[in-house]
Each structure stands twice: as C-alpha cells, then as structure tokens.
C-alpha cells in the first residue's frame, strides 16, 4: 500500500463516488470521521423543512394532512428506504425511535398466541457489547412480562452458535457492532437460528447506507434501523423496522396507536390491527423530522451500494494501513477486525488512558470522530462525502498530536455530557 | 347578547389578547377554527429549524449534541411547558408520542413491584369516547401483560363516580373530550379516585394551552399531552408525559431505551433507571422536531392562562349564539355542553348525515374546521389567533352555505383519506 499523499489524491482521481460529496453541504476545514454516529446533512433538506413549514403547516394547516400526504409519510419514506436495505415493498415502517422499535418487534416475535410467535421458550440471546439501548430494551420488556424470559449476553462473536438451543426464542443482534466495526454474517446466524426454531431480529444501525443489505435473502424475521447515521436523516431522525412478509398480520405488537389501526379515521372504539405493515406503527407520524429524512434519503436514488461497500473498506484500510505506519509506538490499538467481511464501516482504536483526549485534541485539529466509554476512539468513513486525502490529513493531524503529546493539554481531558 | 358585527369588531377591539395573533403566520382569507386539531405555525419557528439544520447540524455536526445542548432538549422544552401546565419543576418529560407516552405511564402506574403499583387491582375505567388511540394503547398494554387487566368503557360522565372501588387499579380520561368538548372536573375525579385507592392517568391533548392547568393543586398522578393543537408545535410534534414528584422513583417505565438510563453515555451493559423525570425518556431524542416546539412554546412566556380561557369561552359563547340565530332550521344539534365548566375550546355541532359535506363546503369557503366521524362537525377557538369577527364571518359563510344548500353539492361528499 502506497500511503504518500500523492497516493490518496490518486485514489480520490479514481473513485467513481468521489462526486456524491456534492450531494452534502460539509463545514470548510473539518474532516468528518463521524457519519457512522450523525450523518452530514445533505443538500435540499433545509429547503424541503422550510417548504413543509411555510408552506404546508403554515399555509395550508390542517388540510396538508391530505393534500401535503402527511398521513402517508411512514410509507413513503419507507419506500426509498426498502431499496437501501433489500427489503420487499411493504415491508417496513419508518416511525418512532429505534428503541420503541425494536420494543415492538421484540414483543410481535414473543407473542404466543400468534404464529410467528416463540414466546413459549425462555431464552433471548444477545451479545454483552450490543449497543446498550437495545439490551435494554428487551430488559424492559422482559420484566413488564412477569419475567418469563432470560436475556443472554454473549460475550464473544465466536460464542453465539453453540448458544442456539431449542430454548432460544430469539437472537438480538446489531450487524455491525457499534464498539469495534465487527460485522455477522446475517444469513448464516438467521439459517442457525431458524433451524432450532429461534427468530433473529437484527439492528442496523450501523450497516444500513454503508454496504449493501438484502433482508429478504438472508430471510431476515424483524429488523429496527436507526436514519441519522450512514442514511442521514439529521439528529434524532425516526427510526424504521422491517417484518418479513411471512410475518406480517401473524404475530401483533402492543403499541397499539390509533396509527395502527385498521381505519385510523373512523375512530373506532376497539383495536383492529392494520393488515400490513401499518400494524406496526404507533401514533401520529413526525411529520418535520419525516419530511428531511424524506429528503435526505432521495441521495440514494442512484447509489451503487456495492461499490460503496467497496470504497469504505478501502477507506478502513488505508486508514488501518496509516495508523500502524504513522502513529507506531504510541499504545494505540486497533480493534476493529482487518478482515473485509468482519467488519462494516468503522474502524476503533483504544488506548489504555489517552482515548478521551486524544479524540477531544483531534476534534480541536477538526478532525471529527467520537470517544466511546471506556477507552475507544471511533472513525467512521461515510463513502458518501469520505475521500482518501481526507484519511491521509485525519492521520497525519493525529501523528503530529501524538508526537507533540498535544492530547496531554489539560483542557483536552474536560468531559462534556456526550462523550 | 348582541349578534352584529359591529358587536364582534367591538369585542375584538376590547381584547387584550388581540396582540397575540401577531405571533403566528396565518394565510390571508383563511378563517382557522382547527386550532384544536393542529395549531398555527408561531413565527419564528421556520428561522429556528433552519438555524438547526444549517448551524447546529450542518456545521457543527456530532459537536451539537453538546454544543447547541441537542441532548438536553427533552428537559429544556418541558421546563417551558411545566408552567403552562401547572407543573412542579422537574415532573414533565417532552418526548416519543402521546401514544407511546401513554404507554410508558400506564405501565408505570401498573407496575405491581413499586411504590406507586397498583397493578393487584383489576380495573382500568375509561370512556367509550375516549380518544381511540388512548384505549387501544391501554388494550394493548393489557394483552402484552397476560391480560390481568379489563378496560371498562364508560359511556356518560357521570357514570364514572358510581364505578370507582377497590379493584379499580387506574382511571384513564381525556380532560377535555375530542368529538363533544366536554370538560371533566380533574382535581374532583382526582380525589374520589384516590379515596378508593385508583390513580389517575390524565390525556390532556384538548386542554393544554386552552385554560389554565394546575397538576399539583388537583393532584394529578400521571398526565399525558399533545403538543400540536393549542401548543402550536407543529404536525405530529412529539408528545410530553407528567409525573407527579411523589411518583417519579417509585414506579418504573418499561420502555427503558438509553435515554432513560441514570447515565446514557456510559453505555453500561445493565439497565440503571435515572433517579430523576428522565427514567421516562426511551431513544434519541427527535432535535428537528423539538427544536421547533421549543421555539413554539416561547409564545408563552408572557400569556395569562386565565384570560386566555375566559376569551375562549366567550368566543364559544358567541359561535354558539350566532349558530342559534343564523343556522336554525337546518337540524344542526350543538354536543357541546353550554355550562362553561363543563367545557374546554371547541364546539362540536352534529348532522344526521350532511356533517361530512357541510365541514367540506366551509374549507371550501375558506373556514377550516374539521370532521369527526359518524356525524360531528368541530370548531376550535384557539385564542391566540382567534377573533370575534373570525367567528361572526365563519357562521355567516356557515349560513349562506345552509341556506344555498351548496353543502349538498356532489363535490363535497366525496371522502379524503383524513376526515
């Protein structure tokens, strides 16, 4: 690998995505190395906001509930999103957060009096380092059910499959882990888990917009997703979830909002769940939040996902291939796996007492990544708006804060709320 | 009372609330009775979003999270709305949906394991006409909890006095109903609930920013609410939930996302509620959407609630008077309770089958109300931007559209997929 910076800038001459950084209006001078935690805000969202507003809201008030197709958002941005993820049309439903999401599928997929239903088993495995939220969710969800499951973490990737057992009701796992980068191998953890009669139910979070997805052939049961990361929905964006068609209108959630319903707008005084996958929202939809990610998620019209799988990785690559060159011999490691298959679109190092100031020194060098608890500094290389001369200068800026020991300045250790 | 509109201009001249229509945007010809339903677009709002977009996001990226406080919003919003309601410091959430808040509440309330449990009790007494979502999301919780629970549709008011007794776990009521307008006495069913061991679990979607609202004085228990009708937030604005001090620890919400967690960016493996109104948040929080509601409810800071609500009532009063003279004949039943306790900031008329057409015919003509299904026309007097003369022109163009029978023109029979 040749790591000269004339070498990047060949890189950047080849890359056939290098023109898709046109598509986001980016700060001059920083270097963004966090996409994988908040995606770059893409062009024409502030305009559709403002339209949405002065127009619809303020205009036309209530009649844009019709005439706006406010009250179709939740499937109409989940069309544009079904292409991103390899989802069948009809099979996902942006609303809400992830974690109310994920609340929901995790009870659709435990409820025993349906079909789909593995509530009569007691396990659910997930793993130990799965992003916190969801863990807790499922614990949530596990006491407000008398506790008739058992929440199983795992603490290596390597130790999921002789887990399976015929108790197993689900598998709860995030593709590609928010920590270190490792990615499953989706198809086959949902082939294992299927033929001891488990359900998986994966998070997104961080795959959907960095590679290619294909839920409908890795025979993916339930999915929840989050939109403001690599997919760019702006801070907080709604999140998403996906049901298998085979499991639609055979198993029910229990958020049971009027959104749910069968007709909403007859105000009927019993619940009767939607057919589709209506069934799985909740109350009314967002409806500023949905208008940016409806815009935001029109970047994709044209994308290649597998060339854009490929430029991440050689993005991680040469990034790996900087580090151990350029900032040798300063405790750093690497925990991210260096095979391509193993990994998403991250790549953390650690380091044993420096990890939070190092990355508060970067960010003061505008070099843009993120502090993970205890000791992670995390970069994230969104192929979208990610070049390679932006990863030779995002090193070489850490080399020299390195050397100069320039992260040991007091005001780099001050902890601010996030980290 | 005098019916001119030479009386209505003198009434408007005479209102020291008048001023408060300079807050909003309103489109020109347009008379807006839907305030009840989604409230006007305050100025100010379309600057702040895009300020948001372009600054917060755009610019500073994953820094805003803690530079532009995105992740206090949920506390810095509801500390503006705690006093619009009445609400002691530190006992209102802004987050999820009404549904989903509804939700997390009545869980809480539930929880047989805490302090405030009272889920050894049967019962959960509510109204037939409640708002549907409120009863499906109580349906719902039932189901995924073993049905342990039976919802108990009242149909009247005052047979909700006689069904209070010691297997009544909780009482779940809107403040002020949607289709009629009825206005409970909250701090009355509050203490006759209490005598018998129930909590009370309040919807106050109707009645937020219409009247003034004191949780602590009526001992409220658990409050939900919407912010895009009388608070202006905008379409599906996100939701808020009250818990009273005493509660706030000694129950426990079961949607326990990260948000949630005493400290969220630890990212521990073990779910540890926050001692504090934040153990009621769940995911992300949405920033567009709450940036815009925070901007929205400055319009409060300076509003005399108890002015606000008298102006309303008399504008109703006068609705009501003018409908009397200007609409008789035309078998129009005003459902709306005439006694001013009795009511919140609608007024609710009923056709035995031309409601659909009439309220179509008046958008038509420029006032905007709005349907409800079989048969209910609503009119909301928003007081903030609501004038006397507003009404005394929506009855007229009411009147000539009645007396023109230009309701009954095919054009406005046929059905939108919101009503």
């Known amino acids: 690998m040749n790591l000269s910076i ?45 339209q949405t507003l002065a127009s619809e809201w303020g205009a036309d008030l209530l009649r844009s509930w019709n005439s706006a197709g406010w009250v179709d958002l939740p499937r109409t941005v989940a069309s544009k999103l079904e292409r991103v993820i390899g989802a069948a049309p009809g099979s996902v439903a942006v609303t809400d957060s992830t974690s109310v999401n994920l609340f929901k599928v995790l009870a659709a997929a435990l409820d025993k009096t349906t079909t789909a239903g593995v509530g009569n088993r007691r ?61 499953h191998d989706m198809a086959a953890l949902n082939a294992a888990a299927h033929r001891v009669g488990a359900l ?15 839920l409908t052939a890795a025979n993916v049961d339930f999915a929840v997703g989050c939109t403001y990361k690599y997919l760019n929905g702006g801070p907080g964006a709604p999140g998403y979830l996906y049901v298998a068609p085979h499991h639609i209108g055979n198993c029910q959630q229990p958020l049971s909002g009027w959104f749910a319903h069968e007709t909403p707008f007859e105000f009927s005084p019993d619940y009767q769940p939607a057919g589709d996958i209506r069934q799985f929202l909740c109350g ?17 019209a044209d994308v290649d996902l597998s060339a854009l799988q490929e430029k991440s990785l050689d993005l991680a690559d040469y990034f790996i291939g900087l580090i151990e060159k350029k900032c040798a011999g300063h405790n750093l490691t690497i925990i991210t796996p260096r095979e391509r298959k193993l ?34 500094l995390r970069f994230g290389f969104a192929p979208l708006y990610i070049g390679f001369v932006d990863v030779w200068q995002a090193v070489d800026r850490f080399a020299h804060i390195l050397e100069m020991r320039i992260w040991d300045r007091p005001q780099f250790h001050t902890r601010k709320t996030v980290t």
């Open 6 to 50: 004339a070498a990047a800038e060949a890189l950047d001459e080849a890359d056939a995505l290098a023109e898709m950084k046109g598509r986001f209006i980016l700060p001059e001078g920083v270097i963004y190395l966090g996409g994988n935690s908040l995606g770059a805000l893409p062009k024409h969202v502030n305009q559709r906001v403002s």
């Open 123 to 183: 396990k659910i495995l997930t793993e130990r380092n799965n992003f916190p939220t969801d863990n807790y969710i499922a614990e949530g969800l596990i006491r407000l059910t008398g506790d008739r499951h058992e929440l199983i973490r795992i603490d290596t990737p390597a130790a999921i499959l002789p887990e399976l057992d015929e108790d197993v009701a689900l598998l709860m796992l995030t593709h590609v882990n928010y920590l270190n980068g490792y990615r």
């Open 200 to 214: 998986v139910i994966w998070d997104l979070a961080h795959s959907a917009g960095a590679m290619p997805l294909d």
């Open 284 to 300: 009314t939809p967002p409806v500023l939040s949905m208008a940016a990610l409806d815009q935001a998620l029109d970047v994709w």
């Open 343 to 376: 990994r998403g679109s991250q790549v953390s190092l650690t380091h044993p007492d420096g990890a939070y100031a190092m990355m508060s020194a970067l960010i003061a060098a505008g070099v843009i990544g993120d502090f993970r608890s205890p000791n992670i």
